[in-house]
């Protein structure tokens, strides 16, 4: 049967718009929930990979008030998985193909970071992570690249942002924090650095400063563009894979996702 209704026929008015508050769905809350109890157990890997697809959901669904605990939850996770990695060994690797997958190797099995200088090969980072992941093993890793003789540190994404490097063999030269754009990072030679070496320390020192100034060098060149609070939470989201210990960046997030929340 077909029905014939001219424009005439409608009471607009009728069918206004019914002003509903989204709901997470139960999968979000159960990942939610999952990386809450894994962070409580210590168990900081496997509750960052929950809590990010719990958010990762969350966003895509425009839970504001969801995003805004889920964020506080991930500060933790990562500011934990930071000082398991700076206090874990240090490798600054730039020697031949097969020496990179054993120290890389080596790093996923005790955990630390990994600093790769750019030597035209590839090294496929995200299956050790996959790796460190399912081993409950703090792993991160950076970029070391050669530009015009000078070398500078970026995040193994892309080359957002970069901090210059300065070599040294001198363990008492540390780094001078500074303004993100200013910042100048301070590291021993190429090589393995483990606990109690006094080069650790250094590098480790230098590790916390170049990470957050890698995040807010590139969100200070995203917020050029004036944009609505979905489209910065996205950009903040992008500074927060750079750097998922950032307690700034992180902070913005969950304001911005309260302000958000307030104007559903």
Known sequence: ???????KDLNINRYKPIRTVATPSNFVLRLWDSGQSLLAMGRYVAARRELEAAEQQAFRQR???VLAGIYLSLLEAGRQIRHLCCDGLIAIIADHKLNRFHVTRELVNSG???LMMDT????????????SVAKEVAVEFLRL???KGSWYLTPMGGRYFVVPVIWTTDPEQLIVPAAPENLIAILPPPGIYRPGDPHHAQARETLFLVWEALALGYLARRHQQRRD????????RQARKIDPACERILMQMITLAESLRVRV
Request: glycine share 12%; hydrophobic share 45%; aromatic share 8%.
């Open 112 to 114: 630390g970071v990994g």
């Open 229 to 236: 609070g979905w489209a910065e939470l996205a950009v903040l």
């Open 145 to 147: 690249v050669s530009i």
């Open 1 to 7: 049967m077909v029905i014939n209704l001219k424009y």
């Open 63 to 65: 839970h504001a008030a």
């Open 120 to 131: 035209g090969r590839k090294l496929d980072t995200h299956s050790f992570s996959q790796r």
